[in-house]
Nanobody, 128 residues
Framework: QVQLEEFGGGLVQAGGSLRLSCAAS????????MGWFRQAPGKEREFVAV????????YYTDSVKGRFTISRDNAKNTIYLQLNSLNPEDTAVYYC?????????????????????WGQGTQVTVSS
């Protein structure tokens, strides 16, 4: 199983940017599909983005397309989420997640049930 820890959250003004990181430990990281989710106060945890083990295939929820970018560096056992053009609706705790299942494209990895390992989350707060 992969152990995950997120970094990089904080307070930012609307229109600003942040870069989140998720450090993984465990020998299966470079074969794992990785995802980012977020949970706003009083809301369900929702899917944000997913990346396959090679880093070549990604998928985003509609609300972040063109603003957020998911990437990975397998040599560093780390994935990233670049958040640009932030707005107050992006305020949430952001979680990274790992899956042993292979991802080949499409939306089916937007389900939380596809992932076995989760980090503790990092808070992102966007002020208006």
């Amino acid at each position: 199983q992969v152990q995950l820890e997120e970094f990089g959250g904080g307070l930012v003004q609307a229109g600003g940017s942040l870069r989140l990181s998720c450090a993984a430990s465990g020998r299966t990281f470079d074969s794992s599909t990785m995802g980012w989710f977020r949970q706003a106060p009083g809301k369900e945890r929702e899917f944000v983005a997913v990346i396959d083990y090679t880093g070549r295939t990604t998928y985003y929820t509609d609300s972040v397309k063109g603003r957020f970018t998911i990437s990975r560096d397998n040599a560093k056992n780390t994935i990233y989420l670049q958040l640009n053009s932030l707005n107050p609706e992006d305020t949430a705790v952001y979680y990274c997640a790992a899956s042993r299942r292979n991802y080949s494209g499409g939306s089916y990895f937007s389900s939380r049930n596809m992932y076995e390992s989760w980090g503790q989350g990092t808070q992102v707060t966007v002020s208006s």
